[in-house]
């Protein structure tokens, strides 16, 4: 068993040094594809992009209903989930929960590299099995739970590999490519939930908590109640102006889009989960019904009847 464990090691490290001569980079292997601003899955189970911007198109504070899992490559980018703010580093890896809201926030001057992955809920729920809960590593309610998580040279070769292998196989002809997509897939799940529960450390913003995270944390807990500039100038002790200036600076939009938004993301996921229109709507701090169904139209293109008969 000792050989067997030594030369599986030994196998790892000789796979990792070829994988880095070869380059984690490697241009004349790696295929990348054009940015699509999109947010809905044109596939029923995955989609997995690897995109290189040189001049990389904004992207809006916006949030899905399916999971994401992003590897970062290269550039200057600091990430927004719900209102905290981390600072990437090579290798870093982002999980990303649905109705999470996130944007990634790009400093201009260096080339901005990136491999995204998204899953759909109910197909990571049938890969998973009781002893074997793939979602582990997305789940916000557990201690410590933190969206970045920092790799090793080591770790990041082997994801890198998978990540490389899993863009390849998921828009292959090749016999069988499927049944192999999905195998890299489950490896690939496997590690970063390994990951998640082995850290040492959790990654937290990279920000102290300024009046902004105070703000987006309020807001993520107390969505439900009366919420307006007025109450949150009073509730933090500054003028509504400097409230409106700093928040809309540090996360893109106006503190009420924020709230609609989030508001809107949990009533999605509220009625998904078979609650009546109705229930949701006072759930989720909407005044009246009518508001309620106009907003959410407006944004997702249905009604919150349609949403539930979409989730049937």
């Avoid at 489950?186 to 529960?197: H, K, S």
């Avoid at 989030?262 to 999605?268: M, N, P």
Wanted: hydrophobic fraction near 40%; charge should be neutral; proline fraction near 3%.
């Amino acid at each position: 068993m000792f050989l067997q464990h030594l030369l599986h090691i030994l196998l790892d490290t000789l796979q990792f040094l070829l994988y880095n001569l070869c380059g984690e980079v490697d241009d004349m292997v790696k295929k990348t594809q054009k940015f699509d601003l999109r947010q809905q899955m044109n596939r029923n189970k995955f989609e997995v992009f690897h995109y290189r911007d040189e001049r990389p198109k904004p992207v809006k504070i916006h949030h899905h209903d399916f999971y994401e899992i992003y590897f970062f490559l290269g550039g200057d980018v600091s990430y927004l989930v719900d209102g905290k703010n981390y600072k990437l580093n090579r290798g870093d890896l982002l999980l990303i929960s649905p109705q999470e809201l996130h944007r990634p926030i790009v400093k201009a001057g260096s080339v901005y590299e990136r491999i995204v992955l998204w899953i759909d809920r109910t197909y990571l729920a049938s890969l998973s099995t009781p002893e074997c809960d793939l979602t582990l590593c997305f789940q916000s309610d557990k201690h410590n739970h933190t969206n970045v998580i920092h790799t090793n040279a080591m770790m990041r070769g082997r994801i890198a590999e998978l990540f490389e292998l899993l863009c390849r196989e998921a828009y292959s002809t090749d016999f069988a490519a499927e049944a192999y997509a999905q195998g890299l897939l489950l490896q690939l799940l496997a590690e970063v939930n390994r990951l998640v529960q082995q850290r040492d450390e959790p990654v937290f913003s990279s920000e102290a908590p300024s009046l902004v995270n105070r703000i987006t944390s309020y807001i993520n807990t107390h969505y439900g109640e009366d919420i307006s500039l007025d109450t949150l100038s009073a509730h933090f002790f500054v003028s509504k102006y400097y409230l409106s200036h700093e928040f809309s600076q540090k996360i893109g939009i106006s503190v009420v889009r924020y709230l609609t938004l989030k508001r809107l993301s949990i009533a999605k996921e509220l009625l998904s989960e078979g609650l009546s229109a109705s229930e949701v709507c006072a759930h989720c701090g909407f005044h009246n019904y009518t508001t309620f169904y106009r907003t959410f139209r407006e944004e997702y293109g249905i009604s919150p009847g349609r949403a539930i008969e979409r989730a049937k």
